[in-house]
């Protein structure tokens, strides 16, 4: 822990060459806010808000930026407000986790030029949480996560709906042609019916579950509906601890551990959370020179069980999870696998907090660990000739029969391809077949959530609901299926995912936690040498994200912002 110094709103400022006169010339800007001296003297708090019209996520930002003012206020400190750039998830071309790196500095560099002497960050969609963490870790100051939290479930017909594993569900139905274009219409006004993040464990909630376990958000904040009156009650208690963390020297360096980081991990796999949260993760904990290998990864998955029965796993939805008992309730079952002395920014640890019995747990939504939902974790990572620096697949929304699988690749070489003919009826293409996308990666295209790549609509129409697919690609947190992500490195950065051709043979087996292209290693290496290089962006963000952009196993972070001295967990 180191000391903090509260500075208040002379913190860092302007260098006119005259200290005082840099002093006389903020304080009067800031007297034309209606702010008097009395107030100009207290610590100030910044709050990092994140609305924007193309961010529904976000809807009640100013609700909750309120709530968090008056915390603040009523702890004795000056909040003040500030934005920066919020990124929607499904508004986003060519996607949302192109940018979340762009939001991580402009988060970090706003802390650091604006005068404060802690932050509450505010965000929820999938990328802002993220982007908040990575950016304050790096800034160094005292800060706090609250994320705007999930949204509660529609009804069509009698069936209780949330966005947005349902949205797959029916959309594989409207392509095999169960349901006509009318029912997909009033499917789509039914899904997203409320203000917050997704409904499900997508990759929004298994952030949120995250923040709380490294101990960068109050306790019990992470599954409050966007909606419910509590929401506002913990942005009220967030702008408190806030303050509180002034007396305290405690910063994101102090709470984020090499230990905290293997809690957050074993979490995941106890939610069946989602696969980007892995790339999430390791980008956070690289910022502290935290790296995580992948052999301890599956170590930690084949420990620890999946106890959540939430989509896309199971059958719930958050707002039964914080009903629940949330994740203290699911805490408390891995009490005996986790590192009870990592901190809170509370000031508490996570022995303390799980010492303090929990009211009720529903066993419907939260088991307990000797009745799992299923008895190893949710995600595992994958390595062999295919993926030398691993891959990533989601055991625990995969259809187990697929599990051990040879079969013929159909290659389709690039987004555009696979739109162009997934649908084609002269694809070449059967059931037992592994669908293969390339260029999908973080360089090649920012790395879309496209791994989740759709039935052929032949074999949908047939009644085939789920196949063996890989890509460099992401999916969304929120998905399901057979699916191998994250193959590392990529095609663009000369992987041999860009060796693959039609017609030859792969093997996944789970059981091993491989994937192998089964070509010679010669063949491979004279066919990438083959492989066309990547087109250059010339100017702007495009340039400097293909240039300075990590591989999927480090997190996809950019080379200069990492912490270059690695701890293994």
């Known amino acids: 822990m180191t000391d903090i110094k509260v500075i208040g709103i002379d913190n860092g400022l302007t260098n006119y060459g005259d200290k005082d006169f840099a002093r006389f010339l903020r304080r009067t800007f800031a007297r034309s806010m209606g702010l008097s001296q009395d107030m100009l003297n207290k610590p100030i708090i910044g709050i990092a808000v994140t609305p924007s019209d193309f961010n529904s996520c976000h809807r009640y930002m100013d609700d909750l930026a309120d709530a968090v003012c008056r ?45 404060m002497d802690a932050v509450v960050l505010i965000g929820g969609c999938d990328k802002t949480v993220p982007a908040q963490l990575m950016g304050a870790v790096s800034a160094g100051l005292p800060a706090i996560q609250l994320v705007t939290g999930p949204m509660m479930t529609g009804r069509h017909k009698g069936q209780r709906l949330g966005a947005c594993t349902d949205c797959r569900g029916f959309w594989g139905k409207y392509r095999a042609e169960e349901i006509d274009k009318e029912e997909i219409q009033q499917v789509e006004g039914r899904l997203s019916v409320t203000a917050g993040t997704c409904a499900v464990m997508g990759t929004a909630s298994t952030m949120a579950c995250i923040a709380e376990v490294l101990g960068m958000s109050l306790p019990g904040t ?63 904990a690289g910022r502290l020179g935290i790296k995580v290998p992948m052999d301890r990864l599956n170590q930690i998955s084949d420990e620890t069980s999946v106890l959540v029965d939430l989509k896309p796993v199971g059958e719930g939805y958050m ?91 159909v290659v389709f070489e690039n987004l555009e391809d696979l739109a162009n003919r997934i649908d084609s009826p002269d694809l070449d293409v059967n059931a037992d077949d592994i669908l293969v996308l390339k260029n999908a990666g973080p360089k090649a295209a920012g790395m879309p959530e496209a791994g989740y790549l759709p039935i052929p609509k032949k074999l949908a129409r047939a009644g085939v609901k789920d196949m063996v697919r890989i890509s460099d690609a992401r999916m969304s947190g929120t998905a399901f299926g057979t699916i191998v992500l994250h193959i590392t490195p990529e095609t663009a950065a000369g992987g041999p995912l860009g060796a693959v051709r039609n017609g030859d043979r792969i093997r996944l087996s789970v059981a091993n936690k491989k994937i192998e292209l089964l070509v010679s290693e010669e063949e491979i290496k004279q066919r990438l040498e083959d492989v066309a290089p990547l087109l250059q962006p010339k100017r702007g963000y495009s340039a400097l994200y293909q240039r300075s952009v990590l591989q999927a196993d480090e997190g996809c972070d950019f080379d200069f912002l990492v912490d270059a001295d690695k701890k293994a967990l």
Request: glycine share 8%; aromatic share 6%.
């Open 319 to 409: 707002e039964d999870f914080y009903n629940a008992g949330g994740v203290g309730a699911v805490l408390r079952e891995l009490k005996h696998l986790l590192h009870l002395d990592t901190k809170c920014i509370d000031g508490s640890t996570l022995r303390q907090r799980l010492e303090d019995p929990i009211e009720w747990v529903d066993r419907k939504v939260i088991r307990s660990f000797d009745d799992p939902v299923s008895k190893v974790g949710g995600l595992i990572a994958l390595q062999g000739n295919l993926a030398p620096k691993g891959a990533i697949f989601k055991r625990a929304a995969a259809t187990e029969s697929l599990f051990e699988t040879e079969g013929r690749a």
């Open 71 to 115: 915390g603040v206020l009523a702890a004795g400190a000056l909040p003040r407000v500030f934005p920066t750039i919020s990124l929607g998830e499904v508004f986003l071309n060519p996607t949302s986790m192109m940018f979340r790196n762009l939001m991580a500095m402009d988060t970090e560099e706003m802390i650091r030029a604006q005068p």
């Open 222 to 284: 992470a599954a409050i509906p966007a909606v419910h009156s509590a929401r506002l009650l913990a942005g009220e208690e967030s702008g408190k601890a806030a303050v509180a963390l002034l007396k305290k020297p405690l910063k994101p360096a102090d709470i984020i551990t090499k230990e905290s980081v293997e809690n957050a991990f074993r979490l995941i796999m106890a939610l069946g959370g989602s696969t980007n949260a892995i790339v999430h993760l390791t980008a956070i």
